[in-house]
């Protein structure tokens, strides 16, 4: 055995050679912050936001289409 045995490293050890080898600086519960991904520009996000709502407004009102279809009353009438 030419070689030393290295002694077994502690957990803290670990994530401060987990960091350094990523580039990374954040350890323990900074590690895993939420928020926005870093390379998202804040305008796609707003974007992204609207696009949601205005899905969601299309749903709603398709949603209420059908329940007026089905009860068998229209909302608008054309004039006689």
């Not at 670990?14 to 590690?31: E, H, N, R, V």
Request: hydrophobic share 50%; aromatic share 8%.
């Amino acid at each position: 055995m030419g070689e030393r045995e290295k002694a077994p490293i502690t957990i803290e050890e670990g994530f401060k050679d987990m960091a350094k080898d990523s580039g990374s600086t954040a350890t323990g519960a900074a590690a895993f912050k939420l928020g926005p991904l870093p390379g998202v520009p804040r305008e796609v996000q707003a974007s992204f936001v609207l696009w949601l709502i205005a899905v969601a407004a299309g749903v709603f009102e398709t949603a209420l289409a059908i329940i007026e279809a089905l009860q068998g009353t229209w909302a608008w009438t054309p004039p006689a």
